[in-house]
């Protein structure tokens, strides 16, 4: 399986110092974690749900090939408590599945992010690519024939 992350070229891609420091949906501060996604398309969405009107410019695009027999625990909407998206209770079931395994898989609304633990012992079977710079279409932030966003 392949999943993909991008992020700030200025940060380490795989250490998860960012998660650490800043915490997130899925981790409290203080907690190491990678959020993955199982495609290009949502990585560059989680990123751009979470951006003002500018551009984002200087991002690399990281992916990782994780075993098929890696375990994973998965979460999905079914499974999750009606106030999940609320930041105490899904930091603490992200943690918990990051802790139990190597990769969470978080399923809602047919999409799969991940959260992978880096320090987890079974994250050393997982392969890392080298990050590549990525460029930020204009055409997802900008009206139709304008070249900056509003």
């Known amino acids: 399986m392949r999943a993909y992350r991008l992020c ?8 998860g110092e960012g998660a650490r420091r800043a915490g997130g949906r899925w981790n409290s501060k203080g907690i ?3 959020y993955m996604s199982e495609n290009r398309s949502l990585a560059v969405l989680e990123v751009l749900v979470h951006l003002s009107a500018s551009i984002p410019v200087r991002y690399v695009l990281g992916a990782a090939e994780i075993p098929d027999d890696l375990p994973i625990e998965e979460l999905n909407e079914k499974s999750l408590p009606e106030n999940w998206a609320t930041l105490d209770p899904s930091q603490q079931m992200g943690q918990a599945a990051a802790h139990r395994n ?3 898989s ?10 992978l633990n880096p320090f987890h012992p079974d994250s050393s079977r997982i392969a890392f690519a080298d990050p590549v710079p990525f460029r930020f279409d204009l055409r997802l932030i900008c009206p139709k024939g304008q070249t900056t966003p509003i």
């Open 32 to 34: 190491r974690v990678l």
């Open 102 to 104: 190597p990769l969470g």
């Open 8 to 15: 700030r070229a200025n940060y380490p891609t795989y250490d």
């Open 106 to 115: 978080l399923a809602v609304s047919g999409e799969r992010n991940y959260v």
